[in-house]
Antibody, heavy 122, light 107 residues
Framework: QVQLQESGPGLVKPSQTLSLTCTVS??????????WSWIRQPAGKGLEWIGRIYTSGSTNYNPSLKSRVTISVDTSKNQFSLKLSSVTAADTAVYYC??????????????WGQGTLVTVSS | DIQMTQSPSSLSASVGDRVTITCQAS??????LNWYQQKPGKAPKLLIYDASNLETGVPSRFSGSGSGTDFTFTISSLQPEDIATYYCQQYDNLPRTFGQGTKVEIK
């Protein structure tokens, strides 16, 4: 059974860079063909797809965040990571990592992490 | 971006009632639509993919239909454990986009 677990600082200062890691267990992040995504949800609001990285390392980002987002993968640690630069209070949200397989061009999120709250505040 | 519009934003129904949620896409997305259930403090859970396919292990009281721009999600007989917020999500194009959610409560 695949499991995903987010980790990282719960508090980030404005203008700094938010950094989160998603650790995948129950399977190798580099085996099979999967897309690994980050999705966020401000308190009481809906879900926003941030971006994804494919097993090969290629990435796609939401244009609304593209200039500030970097997603990378560390296959040796079975992890993928999110960096979001120049954060503001509007970036305060629960951040989820999620997996999608090749079916549906990586658009069906079948496994999710539990989510981690990141607050942007001085 | 493809905009996904759900209605209603919330609803209250009795146990055993049939519940229907609609989702409209801003352009034709064929059947590239998923439905998720999110309980408070939890991650979303995939219920329906390809507009009408039930994910393994999901109770058969959940169903989905539609194609193109108009989609429907139905709970045939509402149970207390179905209290949650439900989201549609398109995967025809990038970026992936979600509806704003429908909160389902027990009357």
């Amino acid at each position: 059974q695949v499991q995903l677990q987010e980790s990282g600082p719960g508090l980030v200062k404005p203008s700094q860079t938010l950094s989160l890691t998603c650790t995948v267990s129950g399977g190798s992040i580099s085996s099979g063909s999967y897309y690994w995504s980050w999705i966020r949800q401000p308190a009481g609001k809906g879900l926003e797809w941030i971006g994804r990285i494919y097993t090969s390392g290629s990435t796609n980002y939401n244009p609304s965040l593209k200039s500030r987002v970097t997603i990378s993968v560390d296959t040796s640690k079975n992890q993928f990571s999110l960096k979001l630069s120049s954060v503001t209070a509007a970036d305060t949200a629960v951040y989820y990592c999620a997996r999608a397989d090749l079916y549906g061009s990586g658009g069906v999120f079948d496994y999710w992490g539990q989510g981690t709250l990141v607050t942007v505040s001085s | 971006d493809i905009q996904m519009t759900q209605s209603p934003s919330s609803l209250s129904a009795s146990v055993g009632d049939r519940v229907t949620i609609t989702c409209q896409a801003s352009q034709d997305i064929s059947n590239y639509l998923n439905w998720y259930q999110q309980k408070p403090g939890k991650a979303p859970k995939l219920l329906i993919y390809d507009a009408s396919n039930l994910e393994t292990g999901v109770p058969s009281r959940f169903s989905g239909s539609g194609s193109g721009t108009d989609f429907t999600f139905t709970i045939s007989s509402l149970q207390p454990e179905d209290i949650a917020t439900y989201y549609c999500q398109q995967y025809d194009n990038l970026p992936r986009t979600f509806g704003q959610g429908t909160k389902v409560e027990i009357k």
